[in-house]
T-cell receptor
Framework: EAEVAQSPRYKITEKSQAVAFWCDPI?????LYWYRQILGQGPELLVQ????????DSQLPKDRFSAERLKGVDSTLKIQPAELGDSAMYLC?????????????FGEGSRLTVL | GESVGLHLPTLSVQEGDNSIINCAYS??????FIWYKQESGKGPQFIID?????DKRQGQRVTVLLNKTVKHLSLQIAATQPGDSAVYFC??????????FGQGTTLQVKP
């Protein structure tokens, strides 16, 4: 069964350092999402891509976060510099061309701990 | 603003009993709702969805009920099993179409 791949699964870094997360969506899924999930809360959308274009990055803290999907396939989310409050699970999701459902398929996530 | 909430942060049920997880949403413009299950250390997993032109939808051991009058959504799990232990999130598509997640309910299944 096709899955959304994410790496690394776990990342521990010190504040002010740079960190990057990678996501490979399910083949054929044109829409890719990055969510942030703070422990005990629901996921919150950071950025949404349609192919290589950003559709929504209104909740992305652009002073320190950046995201790209250069060839419209895999994507990278970067944080520089990391802050203590960035500790969270970073989830990538993808969705098929809009059909009968709006279901998102999530990866296992990348858990970030900032010390 | 838009918000999706769940009535109870934790629900504890006996194995074999039926579970009912509730969700209240605030945006009357939402026309699509999803329930996700998230096990510890994993990403959310789709359970079932429903569109606003329906008030009930059934899956395997799960049923979602939608009451648009009071903006309430519920997930019913029949014959709850230990493997059902997880955090359950409801999500709505709001005004913009992007999914907005609630805070989650932790389901604990007692053997």
């Amino acid at each position: 069964e096709a899955e959304v791949a994410q790496s690394p699964r776990y990342k521990i870094t010190e504040k002010s350092q740079a960190v990057a997360f990678w996501c490979d969506p399910i083949s054929g899924h044109a829409t890719l999402y990055w969510y942030r999930q703070i422990l005990g809360q629901g996921p919150e959308l950071l950025v949404q891509f349609q192919d290589e274009s950003v559709v929504d990055d209104s909740q992305l803290p652009k002073d320190r976060f950046s995201a790209e999907r250069l060839k419209g396939v895999d994507s990278t989310l970067k944080i520089q510099p990391a802050e203590l409050g960035d500790s969270a699970m970073y989830l990538c999701a993808s969705s098929p061309p809009r059909g009968n459902t709006g279901e998102l398929f999530f990866g296992e996530g990348s858990r970030l701990t900032v010390l | 603003g838009e918000s999706v909430g769940l009535h109870l942060p934790t629900l504890s049920v006996q194995e074999g009993d039926n579970s009912i997880i509730n969700c209240a949403y605030s945006n009357s413009a939402s026309d699509y709702f999803i329930w996700y299950k998230q096990e510890s250390g994993k990403g959310p997993q789709f359970i079932i969805d429903i569109r606003s032109n329906m008030d009930k939808r059934q899956g395997q051991r799960v049923t979602v009920l939608l009451n648009k009058t009071v903006k309430h959504l519920s997930l019913q799990i029949a014959a709850t099993q230990p493997g059902d232990s997880a955090v359950y999130f409801c999500a709505e598509n709001g005004n913009t179409g992007k999914l907005i997640f609630g805070q989650g309910t932790t389901l604990q299944v007692k053997p």
